[in-house]
């Protein structure tokens, strides 16, 4: 398994400052959520069509992969240009991947509104997920929903996963939400070992309702146990940090937490040889 981070966790850094820290760091990957206080990297010049050859050099030049373009797309919105808007957004996003070599899109399921049942939502959603899956495939990229919102726990997005059945369409199985819905870890991980495209990792203690971020090894979620599980499904793909930064600025700053991610991470993947 490789380690990447998610530059939500750093959201004031330039694209060089990302990419020259997460190789000084020890980082195989990069997944793209906003750069240089900007979260729709749609606006940024680095992701220009002129200047997607040169972004896509940098990456490779460092010995960087970028793992994944995440939207913030969803597909549960009463206005009707909202949910066009999110088409469009997961569209553009899996073009970009596409130019930057990038195999997945993250988007997200969204909240099923009060009055629509699980079952017609989940029906909802895969609809929309066979859609962009068909896009996706043209250009080599996969769509990957990822464990949140009405659609926290293994078992909501496996039913999703069924009724979508499409080979570019994946799930990046974020640890942390699931664990705190109640559901068993190794529950979670059965559901999902299927569609398993990205491992989102972070440790966490609940507070109150919320779940408060902490150092990896120094929260609650059974990080190392998840990995046995992942190792034993025989998954070697990413394990990718979300230190949300974005949304909890008060957080420590990426030059504590990313390195602290590497030297922990390594140490618990070294037990499993």
């Known amino acids: ?23 000084l760091y020890g980082f195989s990957g990069m997944e793209l959520r906003g750069i240089d206080n900007e979260l729709d990297i749609r606006n940024l010049p680095d992701f220009s069509s002129g200047n997607i050859e040169k972004t896509r050099a940098m990456f490779n030049d460092a010995g960087i992969e970028i793992i994944s373009v995440d939207s913030s797309a969803s597909f549960f919105h009463k206005e009707q240009e909202k949910l066009q808007n999110s088409v469009d957004e997961a569209r553009d996003y899996i073009t970009l991947a596409s130019e930057l070599g990038a195999p997945l ?18 029906n909802q959603l895969a609809s929309y997920l066979i859609q962009l899956g068909d896009f996706a495939a043209e250009k ?36 942390s939400n699931c664990f705190w819905t109640g559901e068993p870890i190794d529950e979670s ?24 971020l902490v150092f990896i090894g120094e929260g609650d979620i059974p990080i190392q146990k998840a990995l046995k599980i992942l190792a034993s499904m025989g998954y070697d793909g990413y394990l990718s940090y979300e230190w949300e930064k974005v949304w909890q600025p008060d957080l420590p700053e990426p030059e504590e937490a990313f390195p602290q991610y590497v030297e922990k991470m390594n140490e618990y993947l070294g037990k499993l040889s």
């Open 189 to 212: 991980a059965n559901l999902l070992a299927p569609y398993i495209k990205n491992v989102h990792m972070k440790d966490s203690i609940l507070d109150g309702k919320d779940a408060k």
């Open 140 to 175: 080599g990229v996969i769509v990957a929903l990822e464990t949140h919102d009405s659609f926290l726990t293994g078992k909501a997005v496996a039913a999703v996963m069924k009724k979508t059945n499409h080979d570019s369409v994946g799930v990046v199985w974020d640890i």
């Open 1 to 23: 398994m490789k380690l990447s981070f998610s530059t939500l966790g750093c959201p004031a850094w330039s694209l060089e400052r990302a990419i020259e820290s997460a190789r």
């Open 105 to 122: 899109v993250r988007v997200f399921g969204g909240s099923i509104p009060d009055g629509i049942s699980f079952e017609d939502g989940a």
